[in-house]
């Protein structure tokens, strides 16, 4: 049986967990060797530092979350990055994490104290703590169509300019949004998570908020909104 413990029971991560900032920094290592441009060297990770990631995870695992705001998100938004990684990995490297039955819903892991899968860590955990919805920006499904994975850890005290540029960069892409005169064409992320942006009108003020300037010169004020294909390509290079 799945045991969620209350964040209310959390305490502030400290330095009474032996390795912490030390596994901080092996997770940093990692991103910076194994992922480019976004995209992941899940067989490079694997061959050669399999060791260091389980370790972190091992940290993350019996960490407490810190009190302060910016790096509890950041923690968290690492834990689900870090454990998307390790789950690749363990199911061979698939070529869609969506041929793997419950990938995000199926296998748990320990986060802080909590036993949890990776949907209930974004649904339970993190997303009703940050109650932002640029958290769907820096969570990465492992997918050429989602996020893409940053070479550097969330966890420290910028989290929020970051995820101001992770939500730009994303609807800049082609694979976030795409602009044609008085149309918007959207990544599916919108309407999977609609309610986290005040329904769909919400959702369409959002993303015309953190839109460049140019396209939203194209689109117009009132666009009509469709959807664009979801791409589950595993994000390897």
């Known amino acids: 049986m799945i045991s969620v413990l209350p964040l209310s029971l959390t305490l502030a991560l400290s330095s009474s967990v032996p390795g912490t900032e030390t596994a901080h920094a092996v997770y940093a290592d990692l991103l910076a060797t194994h992922v480019k441009d976004g995209r992941v060297d899940y067989k490079a990770l694997a061959a050669k530092d399999l ?21 509890r998100i950041g923690f968290l938004i690492d834990a689900y990055n870090a454990l998307v990684l390790r789950a ?30 990776l949907d209930q860590l974004e649904k339970e955990v993190l997303n009703p703590y940050a109650k932002d919805p640029r958290t769907h920006f820096v969570l990465v499904c492992a997918a050429v169509g989602c996020p893409i994975l940053e070479s550097k850890p969330f966890y420290g005290d910028n989290v929020d300019r970051r995820m101001d540029v992770a939500t730009r ?25 609609a309610q986290d942006f005040g329904g769909r009108e919400g959702a369409v003020r959002f993303i015309l908020r953190h839109l460049s300037p140019q396209s939203k010169r194209t689109t117009g004020t009132d666009p009509q909104v469709g959807f664009l294909d979801y791409n589950w390509t595993l994000n390897q290079r």
């Open 51 to 71: 060791d260091k990631l389980d370790r972190y995870l091992a940290v993350v695992g019996r960490s407490s979350l810190p009190d302060d705001r910016n790096r």
């Open 88 to 117: 690749v990995i363990t199911h061979g490297r698939p070529r869609s994490v969506l041929d793997v039955k419950d990938f995000f819903k199926g296998k748990v892991h320990r986060v802080a104290g909590q036993t949890v899968s």
């Open 169 to 193: 960069r994303y609807l800049a892409s082609p694979t976030g949004a795409q602009a044609k005169p008085d149309q918007l064409t959207i990544s599916k992320i919108f309407d999977w998570y």
